[in-house]
C-alpha cells in the first residue's frame, strides 16, 4: 500500500504542478493579447493625432485666408466711406 499510497501523492502533485503551468501560460497568453490590444490602441492613437493635426493645419490656413479677406474688406471699406464723404463735402 505505500508504494501505492506514493504514486498517488506524486500523481497529485503532478496534477497541481500541470495546473499551476496551465495558470502561468494562460496568464502570460492573456498578458500577450493585453500588449498587442494596447499597441493597436497606440496605432489609432497615431492615426488620430496625424489626422487631427492635419485638420488644424487646414483650419489655421483657412483662418489666415479669412484673415487676408478680412483686411482686405475693411481696406475696400475705408476707401469706399472716404469715397463717400469727399462726394458728400462737395
Do not use: F, P
Not at 32 to 45: G, L
Not at 55 to 84: C, F, G, P, Q
Amino acid at each position: 500500500m505505500g508504494g501505492e499510497t506514493t504514486l498517488k501523492e506524486v500523481i497529485g502533485r503532478l496534477g497541481k504542478a500541470l495546473s499551476v503551468l496551465e495558470d502561468a501560460v494562460d496568464a502570460h497568453l492573456e498578458r500577450e493579447q493585453d500588449y498587442a490590444d494596447s499597441d493597436a490602441e497606440v496605432q489609432r492613437m497615431n492615426a488620430d493625432r496625424a489626422r487631427l493635426a492635419q485638420e488644424i493645419d487646414k483650419s489655421e490656413a483657412r483662418a489666415e485666408r479669412l484673415e487676408e479677406v478680412n483686411r482686405e474688406v475693411s481696406r475696400r471699406l475705408v476707401t469706399a466711406m472716404e469715397t463717400i464723404r469727399a462726394v458728400l463735402d462737395r
